[in-house]
């Protein structure tokens, strides 16, 4: 199989709604919304949820009180200030605030008494559920919950598993915007990567950053401009790049706002928006099948009309 993730330098850039595009002109492809910490693909593809699983993203540390001997050694180690000593006269007692926690374990190490315990944290839950256009791997993060990484890093490898039972021959990844740690378990050991950009000032540095970070993994890399008429002398900027770079140019969006219409109906925009904005997205669903068939023989059949 062939696993094609899709990202942005930043956000904004349309990444989520060309993602679902190309998940609807594929032949039922396997489909993972990797933007764990803000997750809208379900939006458009109106998923129905088929199972649902605890996700236990990291660990809190914490005080047996019966163990403790109140020797000091954790308040001198923790760098984060989350122990807290509570009451007086020689009868203090110690515990550990989790919201200053950071899970390290440096106390637990420490403790001459192995007073402190490190217990892992439900962080929010991921979903295997079925859309219109295939299987949908996503997942919600709880409020002020970290380790997104490890969460992307899931959801690639229950995508990879549902995508082996259904014989897919492709997995659609929207990935996360931006160059940090959920990108870059979106991208190492993917097959290709498409960069989303816009002609903007923000959008063209931004794209440079995301293409290096693909060039640093050795993915080979599409690039698509959205938006790509609002600002004609910065889309020239970046079409030079691209070619400077040996990047595919898979294509460019026009501005429309019917774009807004679709999503408020919970469509994509080669469903809600005939004419000349879909007929792009199409070219850019074969431009890429054919740039990443240069690489890989087999591959999936984008759908006609």
Not at 72 to 101: K, M, N, P, Y
Request: aromatic share 4%; hydrophobic share 40%; charged share 20%.
């Amino acid at each position: 199989m062939t696993e094609i993730v899709v990202i942005s330098g930043k956000g904004g850039t349309g990444k989520t709604s060309l993602t679902a595009a190309l998940a609807a002109l594929w032949e039922r492809p396997v489909i993972a919304d990797c933007d764990v910490d803000a997750a809208d693909l379900h939006l458009l593809l109106a998923p129905t949820v088929r199972e649902s699983h605890q996700f236990f993203g990291g660990a809190k540390a914490r005080i047996e009180p019966d163990r403790c001997t109140d020797c000091g050694t954790c308040d001198l180690v923790c760098r984060f200030q989350a122990i807290h000593v509570s009451g007086g006269a020689g009868e203090t007692s110690r515990h550990i605030d989790a919201v200053d926690c950071e899970g390290c374990g440096l106390c637990a190490h420490c403790c001459p008494n192995h007073a402190i315990l490190l217990e892992p944290q439900l962080s929010g839950e991921w979903f295997r559920s079925e859309t219109r256009f295939g299987p949908l791997l996503h997942a919600r993060l709880s409020a002020a919950q970290e380790n997104s990484g490890k969460l992307v890093a899931l959801l690639r490898h229950e995508a990879r598993q549902v995508a082996q039972d259904v014989a897919a021959a492709a997995i659609l990844v929207d990935g996360p915007p931006g160059i940090g740690c959920p990108v870059i378990s979106s991208l190492s050991g993917a097959d290709y990567a498409v960069i989303v950009t816009e002609p903007t000032v923000s959008g063209f540095e931004d794209l440079k950053r995301a293409a290096e970070l693909a060039r640093h993994f050795r993915i080979p890399t599409g690039l698509v401009i959205n938006k790509a008429d609002l600002n004609p002398s910065v889309a020239q900027r970046i079409r030079v790049h691209a070619a400077d770079e040996a990047f595919d140019q898979l294509g460019e969006i026009p501005y429309d706002q019917s774009v807004t219409w679709a999503q408020v109906k919970g469509l994509t925009v080669v469903e809600a928006c005939p004419g000349s904005l879909a007929a792009a997205v199409r070219g850019i669903a074969d431009n890429l099948r054919q740039a990443v068939g240069r690489r890989r023989p087999v591959f999936a059949v984008v759908r006609e009309g």
